[in-house]
C-alpha cells in the first residue's frame, strides 16, 4: 500500500506563509510526478502546482511568483512553500502523487488533506 501524509497547513494572516509537506511511503517503485490541489468550500478542486521526477514544474496563474513547490527525491517528499498569502488561498490542500508500483503498475494517489486558513 501507499500512503501520503500531509503537514503544514493551518491559520496565517493575510501576506504570512505557510510551507506544506507530503511524505509518501509504502511499496513505491518510482515516484514520477507529486503535486498539490486545493479545494475551496463550494468550489471544486483545482490544480496549485506540479512537479516532475525530472523536476519540471507546474503553477496554477494564482499562484505564480507567490507559490514554490519543490522535491527531496531520496525522501519521497513534496514540499510548497506558500508566500503573500490572501484569504482566496483558503482551501484544503491535497497532496497527489503518480506512482509506478512495483510490477510497473502505474497508479494517481492523494492525501487526506489539510486545511489551509488566511484571515486576520
Known amino acids: 500500500q501507499v500512503q501520503l501524509v500531509e503537514s503544514g497547513g493551518g491559520l496565517v494572516q493575510p501576506g504570512g506563509s505557510l510551507r506544506l509537506s507530503c511524505a509518501a511511503s509504502?511499496?513505491?517503485?518510482?515516484?514520477?510526478?507529486m503535486g498539490w490541489y486545493r479545494q475551496a468550500p463550494g468550489k471544486q478542486r483545482e490544480l496549485v502546482a506540479t512537479v516532475t521526477s525530472g523536476r519540471s514544474t507546474n503553477y496554477a496563474d494564482s499562484v505564480k511568483g507567490r507559490f514554490t513547490i519543490s522535491r527531496d527525491l531520496s525522501k519521497n517528499i513534496v514540499y510548497l512553500q506558500m508566500n503573500s498569502l490572501t484569504p482566496e488561498d483558503t482551501a484544503v490542500y491535497y497532496c497527489n502523487a503518480l506512482i509506478t508500483l512495483p510490477g510497473w503498475s502505474q497508479r494517481n494517489y492523494w492525501g487526506q488533506g489539510t486545511q489551509v486558513t488566511v484571515s486576520s
Open positions: 509504502g511499496r513505491i517503485f518510482t515516484i514520477d510526478a
